[in-house]
T-cell receptor, first 113, second 113 residues
Framework: SAVISQKPSRDICQRGTSLTIQCQVD?????MFWYRQQPGQSLTLIAT?????????ESGFVIDKFPISRPNLTFSTLTVSNMSPEDSSIYLC??????????FGSGTQLSVL | KQEVTQIPAALSVPEGENLVLNCSFT??????LQWFRQDPGKGLTSLLL?????REQTSGRLNASLDKSSGRSTLYIAASQPGDSATYLC????????????FGSGTQLTVLP
């Protein structure tokens, strides 16, 4: 199994500001994924982050709005830029660790006023 | 494009009852299927992973089955307890190298004491 530590666990932010979410894994992970879960909805994949290359974004998500860093195999960050109330969601990082089970961080509950 | 549906969206049962949660998917070319549990405002915990070549997996009071040809999976919970109250999501990994999951919208389970 693996432990993915995600922080912050929650934040309340003002419109127009940016928030960076961090995920630290206790094992090396080749591929990490960032998901968004809007209230009452299921998970939507934002992007796939590979170490040493640019993240691959899903349709509807762009790098300027959700820049991702992946400096090594155990760490990644997602920034939500120029936030608006529509960005209020739970953001989740995840990754595979030597298996095909997907492990998740505990999530970041973001509220934008 | 893979679509995953979970029925019912919500379920309330008395403690001790056995119950079945359903998951259906449109494209039978899957690599595996995974069931997750999500507590309110939290990340996801992997419960069971079924490979496409398998028919079922068991862990404690949980049993998950897979019928790939009909595009269906069920999660059976025996002798339910109030601590089982959570949202249960199934996710399908389609065949291919992307290793991305398509999530269902979840079943919100409440077990009444």
């Amino acid at each position: 199994s693996a432990v993915i530590s995600q922080k912050p666990s929650r934040d309340i932010c003002q419109r127009g500001t940016s928030l960076t979410i961090q995920c630290q894994v206790d094992s090396q992970v080749t591929m990490m994924f960032w998901y968004r879960q809007q209230p009452g909805q299921s998970l939507t994949l934002i992007a796939t982050a590979n170490q040493g290359s640019e993240a691959t974004y899903e349709s509807g998500f762009v790098i300027d709005k959700f820049p991702i860093s992946r400096p090594n195999l155990t760490f990644s960050t997602l920034t939500v830029s120029n936030m608006s109330p529509e960005d209020s969601s739970i953001y989740l990082c995840s990754g595979y660790v030597q298996s095909e089970k997907l492990f998740f961080g505990s999530g970041t509950q973001l509220s934008v006023l | 494009k893979q679509e995953v549906t979970q029925i019912p969206a919500a379920l309330s049962v008395p403690e001790g009852e056995n119950l079945v949660l359903n998951c259906s998917f449109t494209d039978s070319a899957i690599y595996n299927l995974q069931w997750f549990r999500q507590d309110p405002g939290k990340g996801l915990t992997s419960l069971l992973l079924i490979q496409s070549s398998q028919r079922e997996q068991t862990s404690g009071r949980l049993n998950a089955s897979l019928d790939k040809s009909s595009g269906r999976s069920t999660l059976y919970i025996a002798a339910s307890q109030p601590g089982d109250s959570a949202t249960y999501l199934c996710a399908v990994m389609s065949s291919g190298s992307a290793r991305q999951l398509t999530f269902g919208s979840g079943t919100q389970l409440t077990v009444l004491p």
